[in-house]
């Protein structure tokens, strides 16, 4: 019987993971429709990494990518490296790391589930019903198949909070627990704070075992050696640590301070200072703001009806997750409330630390920043589910409506990722500059110059597509390193081409080069129409347009 | 036909501080204010609220509790401040609720129900349903519910208040959420929900305003979110242990921080804006 159960379990699992891998791995290449330009920043400083050991700024083996200045933790790239030696630089090497870790956190859940319930009676079910609700989760789906830094990072996350699970068991697990959370650090900023604070209620739930026979301080010695290169890296330049956070800070938005400076003004010159000071001050404006981005990630229309408005996240027409979630994750999360272990509650604290670092930003809400919540949802859901499941008398008729809801709301997330995004709205993945890089391939010998529009980091296209030589672009590569209004710096240009920042083609139409060719993206037309080719996004509207001179 | 009275063991205690929640009530309302009948009235809305939930929770405090949190939500003194006949409705709304939940007999209820209907048809013709339909897009609907039951709209932003209204604060204070949680915690784990439904009712014809979010509906559950937040008081506080103690002392020294802050906020800026 046990054998046969055992089976039973593993044969779903390897249905799960046999579906997450189609879904994350088909179409890798082209859908998303483009790489966006974080991916191909990626890309091609892997690129850079494998030809010089040095990224497209010409640092060393990097600690930390400076990028666009957003400051990339660098592991995402260092992955990039096998698939790019072998399959050469392209989408699907870009992508490929997030995908087959995308699948290992699917596996992953299953175990961590099966692990953290281990008393329970239902630990078996929830831990499958979890993997399944990973697979075919949009939020994690749309996230596995791009190159982005949180899906590193969350599997690496939930490696290091499985291994120091597992310490209890064998304690030498407790050393791979912090090696993997620490690695984490390299994958994405925000686990600079996520990943301390979980390492610390992890300690507390094992504080018998942790601080037993000197096994704190091997851990805590392999902390440290980990985290060696970021601190060098931060002595060297603090910017390394720091310098995305103080960009898309709260405290960066001068909203909150010029609101606070206007009920100030209002008070008046007679108000007695402290009373002015006492109702309106930075502590409560702030902290107000903070907590308010804090909750807004729990707003149903983020969640099921809006999803993340910011590109490239955004998944038109629906939420992060499905609708009817709404009704089985607050029931696992009452389940989960209501559990006698303290391990039940763990996966409250895993939600509250992921929105955490979010909640620190001014731009909210964000599905990108809070991605490991995902699994604390996931596990909420398998509870929430498996506890309806067990409330309906007809068994096969819940299973078939709940089949049928279930596959209806896949369906519809799938015709907008796998249909409607590249065909209508390409222009969230950046789409056109990969074409126009193409068409600027086959004409740039007859040309001095080649005079881009800077909207979407283009220059990255142009190495990427082009596979420039990292070594002669290091050399060449013109920038200012002055941050633009959201925190980002541009490469103003490289051998015969030039990016222009804020380019409006209204007036440079009237002063052109001789001998140039010009790129000029839609968003920078105006109302002019015409030109000598015209970049289309599948949809049929132009996205850059081309001038000769 | 009638069910027993609550057990008023503390007459004299529940009496004074029934007494001070109305004083503090009618200094609140009177003070620089010109709506004189609608201000006694709401002064006493608390009162009701107490004796309604005095019965439903049958336990004093948590009614004392809700009726004082009531008395102190931003939009209950701005309301209160006000000749909105909104008011009115929700005192008559309780007084429904009183007599309801003592009466067993059904016929007796539905008699009661078309009676409560017909004085507020009456007396009031602001709610959506006696003029207008529902909203009818399903999308919109839920967008609606999505917005009336989140964070923002409960504790940071109250955009249901008509154009014009406070939209400072929530309809509850940031320092109430950890009650609020544990107070919905509580009712639905001990399945206590006859609130919840209440609530969920209103916020259901609040959604089917067509005027959505500036519905007058939602006021209907603001006492209904105060015993919820009650009840969560109530559960934290009495559970002897020091942490808890300290985290609701520090609350309800936030509370008096924000309170401070509304009625600044309410007589220095409100009027500028």
Redo the contacts between chains.
């Keep these: 019987m046990t054998m046969f159960k055992i089976n039973k379990a593993v044969f779903f699992l390897i249905l799960i993971l046999s579906l997450a891998t189609c879904l994350r791995l088909w179409k890798l290449d082209s859908i998303p429709p483009s790489l966006y330009s974080d991916e191909a920043n990626l890309g091609y400083n892997a690129y850079s990494i494998l030809k010089t050991f040095r990224d497209e700024h010409g640092i060393f083996l990097p600690v930390s990518l400076r990028s666009f200045g957003d400051w990339k933790p660098p592991l995402p790239a260092y992955l990039m490296i096998p698939p790019i030696y072998l399959f050469g630089l392209n989408e699907f090497s870009v992508r490929l790391p997030s995908a087959i870790l995308g699948v290992g956190s699917v596996f992953l859940i299953y175990r961590l589930v099966n692990l953290i319930f281990l008393s329970a009676s239902f630990r078996g079910k929830a831990a499958l019903l979890s993997a399944f609700f990973l697979a075919l989760s949009p939020w994690h789906l749309l996230q596995s198949r791009a190159s982005m830094l949180v899906m590193v990072a969350l599997y690496f996350l939930q490696l290091g909070v499985y291994f120091f699970l597992k310490g209890k068991t064998d304690r030498r697990n407790f050393y791979w627990g912090s090696l993997f959370l620490t690695v984490t650090f390299y994958a994405y900023y925000g686990m600079r704070l996520i990943s301390p604070l979980l390492f610390l209620i992890l300690i507390i739930y094992n504080y018998r075992e942790f601080f037993r026979k000197k096994i704190w301080l091997k851990s805590f010695l392999i902390v440290l050696l980990m985290i060696t290169p970021l601190i060098l890296g931060f002595i060297k330049n603090p910017d390394v640590v720091f310098g995305r956070a103080k960009t898309v800070s709260v405290f960066y938005d001068r909203g909150t301070d010029l609101r606070l400076w206007e009920l100030t003004t209002q008070d008046g010159i007679s108000a007695d200072p402290l009373i002015t000071r006492f109702f309106h001050n930075r502590p409560y404006q702030f902290g107000k703001k903070i907590l308010s981005n804090f909750f807004t990630h729990f707003h149903g229309k983020f969640l099921f009806l809006e999803g993340d408005k910011s590109q490239p996240f955004e998944t038109p027409g629906m939420g992060i997750l499905y609708l009817f979630d709404g009704i089985f994750i607050p029931a696992g999360l009452f389940i989960s409330l209501k559990l006698r272990s303290s391990f039940g509650k763990f996966f409250v604290i895993w939600l509250i630390i992921s929105i955490f670092p979010a909640a620190l930003t001014f731009m909210v809400p964000s599905s990108n920043r809070t991605f490991n919540a995902v699994i604390p949802l996931s596990v909420y859901f398998s509870l929430g589910f498996y506890y309806f499941s067990r409330k309906i008398h007809s068994r096969i008729l819940a299973a078939l409506f709940l089949t049928v809801v279930y596959f209806s709301a896949f369906t519809y997330f799938m015709k907008i990722y796998f249909i409607s995004i590249p065909e209508n709205y390409s222009h969230i993945w950046n789409y056109g500059w990969k074409q126009a890089t193409g068409f600027v391939q086959k004409q740039a010998a007859d040309y001095d110059n080649i005079i881009v529009s800077d909207v979407g980091m283009p220059y990255i296209y142009f190495l990427f597509y082009n596979k420039y030589d990292p070594a002669r672009f290091q050399k060449e590569a013109v920038r200012s390193y002055a941050a633009d209004q959201f925190g980002f710096e541009h490469v103003l240009g490289f051998n015969k081409y030039l990016f222009i920042n804020e380019m409006d083609w209204r007036e440079t139409k009237n002063s052109l080069m001789d001998n140039t060719l010009y790129l000029v993206h839609k968003d920078r037309m105006g109302e002019e129409v015409g030109s000598a080719e015209v970049i289309k996004y599948q949809s049929g509207l132009p996205a850059v347009n081309i001038f000769r001179n | 036909m009638l069910c027993r009275w609550p057990e008023t063991d503390n007459f004299m205690s529940v009496f004074l501080l029934l007494t001070l929640i109305s004083i503090f009530n009618i200094i609140i309302r009177f003070f620089n204010s010109s709506a004189r009948f609608n201000s006694s009235l709401t002064a006493f809305v608390p009162v009701v609220l107490y004796f309604y939930l005095a019965n439903y929770f049958k336990r004093k405090k948590i009614a004392l509790i809700s009726s004082f949190i009531f008395s102190l939500l931003p939009q209950t003194v701005a309301l209160g401040r006000i000749a909105s006949p909104v008011n009115f409705q929700v005192f008559l709304f309780l007084l429904f609720l009183i007599c309801f939940s003592y009466i067993r007999k059904i016929s007796v209820r539905i008699g009661l129900f078309f009676l409560w209907f017909y004085i507020s048809f009456l007396t009031f013709r602001g709610f959506w349903f006696y003029h207008s339909y529902p909203q009818n897009s399903v999308?919109k609907l839920?967008?609606n519910?999505?917005?009336l039951?989140?964070?923002?709209l409960l504790?940071?932003?109250n955009v249901t208040y008509y154009w014009g209204g406070v939209r400072e604060n929530g309809i509850l204070y940031?320092a109430l959420l950890p009650f609020f949680l544990i107070g919905l915690?509580t009712l639905?784990?001990s399945k206590t929900t006859n609130i919840i439904s209440v609530t969920a009712v209103i916020f259901i014809l609040t959604v089917m305003s067509p005027s959505y979010p500036e519905s007058k509906e939602i006021f209907m559950a603001f006492p209904m979110l105060s015993a919820v937040t009650g009840r969560g008081f109530y559960e934290l506080w009495h559970r002897n242990n020091l942490l808890n103690r300290l985290f609701t002392g520090f609350l309800i020294l936030f509370l008096i921080?924000e309170t401070?802050?509304f009625l600044?906020?309410y007589f220095?800026?409100f009027p500028?804006?």
């Design positions: 999308y839920m967008e519910i999505f917005n039951t989140s964070f923002n504790f940071f932003n940031i915690f639905i784990r921080y401070a802050q600044h906020y220095i800026h500028l804006e």
